[in-house]
């Protein structure tokens, strides 16, 4: 194959060697390169320091670019040319860059397999490796492979990962490793690749958080934060999640070992793109991002506030959070505080809530039902120089009073795919792969299928709000281009027989798209893609109720452009091998309430109480001769009303209609007051103790144009009509007269027949409390697994206990942590988790509500 036009707009090697030479000599001040090593055909590896007074570069804190370890993966060179030539060309004019420059330092390895990558550029496109000699006829050595962290010996010299004859045995890598060894002052290394969008943190090979996993995550958040504002485009951020194959041998991993934050970055779609079309969109949107990593080296720099310790939740409601952290007695720094409604998403001036000096920040005004995230990071007042994170803190605020959720996954004979190409195949495509969704010429098109069990939801529930969830899988692989979008729809279900069946599901009506379609460059590997539902698709969620099932299809684009081969986004279903478990199952998130009952309680006992007299069987109120109060007085039974431990009042109010006429110039004002009085002598009711007042006053005027008056309770004033009612008392109420300029004047209200004083209350069922706390948790190994187990709850109302794990502290609610069982047994296993590791598990029992119990926490000791 000759060189084609397209492929000559990339820089070769030797072009991007004289472009660094000829920079030394214009920026003297700003870059120097240095040859760290001689390949097996004689190229010189050039490395490239770039700092504002560069001689002093190796005394700052510094991020390594590594690019085109794999020869076939061009971006990496291209980008790392580009970066420089923009950081050179513009830092006289852009003080974001004189920043960056001044307090960090760039170490930038363009290419790392200049052999391969000439070789890829002449010879063989999608080579990858090196060019070693293996001396049987094979060349090369997969230099990601041939790293020591995990190194796996291998014979197979021709494979494309072949990983050498021993750990370094390459010039390439030795020649890196030499260069990180004798550089501490390196605390983030990038190392670009393509393909995918993706970034793919370092691993520690254990399935369990690491302490710096905030750290990268928010790393790569806050990079995708300049990504999706040149392009749009958001890449995926896989880690947190075990990985399906762990690579051995890896740059990333060697880094991290010492203690560098270490990313794969994998960028674009192909490894040798559209240069006009596509490697240039890229470059663009990466060398933002690369400019803030760069600046955040400083912030991992043993001159850095240290990381603040036991970030924990104090305390939370359905519409506030308290937090709490430690931290040494230091006048020098400040905190600052991030809150995110989603996972892995960017902690800066976007999702910065306070700043504070205290240990402690009380968040208000949040949503109930409503998950977040929240970040905090030490400042130093004059630098500026931020600290590590924390681990995240993850919170589910809870429910409004009158409201209800479930999380509802589909049966595992429930959710899968249907394929074009393989009809016979469909069946087997249920409860254990994962959900391949798009075209490809292999499967044609290929739709996700779920029915979600909606049983559990009372039929004629009011749907609040309503989000599907799925996650989509970390492979490499699982490549999508830019076009098409996925979308969601609700599926009559009398168009379907058989959801296994694809020409029913290809041709099944649709009642409804819901939440918005997902276009490719926004479906995000490893990150959560939610579909949350509008007013209209919640009516008609609610019709699905009816029919106690909703069945879903998952469709994303179904023709494939000119050469392509495949458009499929591979979703995790969270069942079977190669599912990520429990945690990563498809979800449909529903917050409800239900209609009210409501009862009319009827007047128990009226009183007019005057100066002089009581008189019973009456209601009236006013001024009388000599200017002094009448008071009416209303009490009403509430034995009626439900148990209030297990209902609810959403509303309630006092309805009073007046008998008398009014006198037009008087003006006089009528209160509603809720009081809690035992004698009723006047002189009782003047010193009376008053619960609140009910609604607003009305005035004489008022009376005169309308009889009837509503007087509606607040919150307050409903949480003390309950508790009247737990107490077995009446609820008694006075409604007393103000005046300016008091006057001879009564009004009479009615008390009996069908205008009479009345008390209506709307609740509905649903328990108050949680149920108690489990006992006696204790932890014990079995088949080499941490089994949790705990003593059971004898409740009617017990729904099940939920299980949370965290490494680093104990969760305070059942959403702090991975997800490790929900259901009625009294036991569970750390599945995924690790034997060797410290850490916290939480149990907590919940009623159909749910309401959450306190957490029963246990730490576990390795
Ligand atoms: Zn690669």
Redesign the pocket.
Known sequence: MGEISMKQQYKSYEESCAFLKACVQKYPDLITVENIGTTWEERPILLATISLHVAYANLKPALLYTGT??AR?WIGHELAVDFIDYLLSNYQNNPEIVETLTHNTLYIVPCLNPDGFEYSRKHFSFW?KNRRDNGDGTYGVDL?RNFSVGYRKSTNTSSNTYGGPHPFSEPETLAIKKFVDTHNNITIALDY??QGNVFFPAHKFNHESEIEGTDMNSLCANMNYHIHKITGRKYGINRGKPPTKLISGSGREYYYEKGILAI?V?VGTRNIPDYIQNMSESVDENIPALLFALNEARNYSSSAPKRIENFNIESFSSNSCHLVWEYKEDANVYFEIYRNLNNKKACNQSSLIATTCNREFIDKNLKSGTMYFYYVRAVHKLSKIKSAYPPKVKLKTLLGEDEFSRSIFPHSSDVGYVAERSPEANHGNFGIRSLKVGVSRGLGISYGVMTFDLSSIPKDAIILDAKVSLYPLNRVSAKIEKYGEWSLSIIDQKSIVNIRDFDQVHRAKHIKTIGTSIPSEKLTQGIWSHWDCNDFEKKIIQQELKKGKMTLKLEGPTTLPVGRDSQIMVFDLGYGNGGGGLHYRPSIDIKYTVPSNEVSIKLQNSMTITPEDIIHESLACGFNKDDEKIYAYMSFDLSALPDPDESVITDAWIEISNTSTVKKSVDIRYNVEFIDLEEFSYQDIKDRERIEFIGYEVSSAELGSKREHHFIFDQYSRLALEEQQRNGDEAKFIIRPTSVLSRDHVIKWAYKGKKAAKLTVKYIKRRKFPLPAVVNLKTTIENKLIKISWDKITDDDLVGYYVVRNRWHTPKNPFDGVKLYAGLDNFTFDNFGSIKMDKYFAVFTYDNVPNYSQGSTIEYKA
Do not use: G, I, W
């Open positions: 370890a794999h993966e990858r990601n690749h393509s794969v994998e």
